[in-house]
């Protein structure tokens, strides 16, 4: 089992503000191969905003390039922090946030969701 705690960084933020959200990921993460950011708005689909592979490979979605920046941090005992950093935030970018980190095999494990409401 991974668990992955989302640590705050969301709120409401004005267009054209920066926020930076924190997920604390635990537990057995030897099997984790990739750590990531995605989000759900109201009446969408969830989508993949932006990941990490172990090999720190990045991926970010279009609409979030140049604007969005993913990064972890190796803690002890296998344990990282990810954040995602946002800045030029806009409207279309409100949405619940969810950390995820995909073990080899395709296994999902999430966070418990950070809202984000960009408006002025």
């Known amino acids: 089992q991974v668990q992955l705690v989302e640590s705050g960084g969301g709120g409401l933020v004005q267009p054209g503000g920066s926020l930076r959200l924190s997920c604390e990921v635990s537990?057995?993460?030897?099997?984790?191969?990739?750590l990531g950011w995605f989000r759900q708005a109201p009446g969408k689909e969830r989508e993949k905003v932006a990941t990490?592979?172990?090999?720190?490979?990045?991926?970010?979605?279009d609409s979030v390039k140049d604007r969005f920046t993913i990064s972890k941090i190796n803690a002890r005992n296998s344990a990282y922090t990810v954040y995602l950093q946002m800045n030029n935030l806009k409207s279309e970018d409100s949405a619940v946030y969810y950390c995820?980190?995909?073990?080899?095999?395709?296994?999902?494990?999430w966070g418990q969701g950070t809202q984000v409401t960009v408006s002025s």
């Open positions: 995820a980190a995909m073990q080899f095999g395709g296994i999902y494990y």
């Open positions: 537990g057995r993460t030897f099997n984790t191969y990739l």
């Open positions: 990490i592979t172990r090999d720190d490979a990045f991926y970010y979605a």
